[in-house]
């Protein structure tokens, strides 16, 4: 745990903790809600091939991932740990243009 702490910049085993427990939130969330998505739009696993249904999702679940992670970060307290991590993983899906770069 010492060497995860170190790779992440974490102080104290109470912020690793809370940071597990935002991962968990976070992943379970995310697929409950593309789930739903895909019921509104009467995607199931009964009129669609497995292939498909799961392809849907994934492509539902990636983009959602990173934004309620920050969401999720900010209400724990964690911001400063998830919102870089959010914006790298959005910039490596191609979503990188909705935030403003610092560079000169």
């Known amino acids: 745990m010492e060497k995860l702490k170190r790779r ?6 109470y ?5 597990f427990i935002v991962f ?9 809600i593309s789930s ?17 249904y799961y392809f849907i999702l994934i492509i539902l679940v990636l983009p959602l991932y ?10 724990f307290g964690q911001s400063k740990f998830f919102f870089p991590f959010s914006k790298k993983m959005l910039r490596g899906m ?4 909705l935030f403003k770069d610092n560079k000169n």
């Open 8 to 13: 992440w910049g974490i102080a104290s085993n």
């Open 15 to 19: 912020d690793l903790v809370i940071i």
């Open 24 to 32: 968990a939130i976070n992943g379970s969330l995310s697929a409950k």
């Open 36 to 52: 739903y998505a895909m019921n509104l739009l009467n995607i199931n696993q009964e009129n669609t091939h497995w292939f498909f």
């Open 66 to 75: 990173p934004f309620l992670l920050m969401f999720f970060g900010y209400i």
């Open 94 to 97: 191609g979503l990188g243009f």
